[in-house]
Nanobody
Framework: QVQLVESGGGLVQAGGSLRLSCTAS????????MGWYRQAPGKQRELVAA???????NYADSVKGRFTISRDNAKNTVYLQMNSLTAEDTAVYYC???????????????WGQGTQVTVSS
């Protein structure tokens, strides 16, 4: 069974940095897109950043220039480097992967359990 395990969240002061990691484990054939979403209290979950298997990236306007997503395909791992954090970045961050368990499978979305990022102002 495929699992996404996240790490790297925590408490940081405004202006600081954090790096999130997420690794997909278990039996799988391929991973197309890996990304990070976040959900703040009382708000909907939103896309933060995503990266394809070929390295194409997409960012939310609110994080452009501050966050960098990267990926190690050999390790099935995605990273999110977050710099110049503000209180508005406080949320639970979820890792997402669209992957195939078998070669003939349709792509399916998998989610991590979430990691809390709190930015104190």
């Amino acid at each position: 069974q495929v699992q996404l395990v996240e790490s790297g969240g925590g408490l940081v002061q405004a202006g600081g940095s954090l790096r999130l990691s997420c690794t997909a484990s278990g039996r799988l054939f391929s991973i197309d897109v890996m990304g990070w979403y976040r959900q703040a209290p009382g708000k909907q979950r939103e896309l933060v950043a995503a990266v394809t298997s070929t390295g194409s990236t997409n960012y939310a306007d609110s994080v452009k220039g501050r966050f960098t997503i990267s990926r190690d395909n050999a390790k099935n791992t995605v990273y999110l480097q977050m710099n110049s954090l503000t209180a508005e970045d406080t949320a639970v961050y979820y890792c997402n992967a669209r992957l195939k368990v078998y070669k003939w499978s349709l792509g399916s979305d998998y989610w991590g359990q979430g990691t809390q990022v709190t930015v104190s102002s």
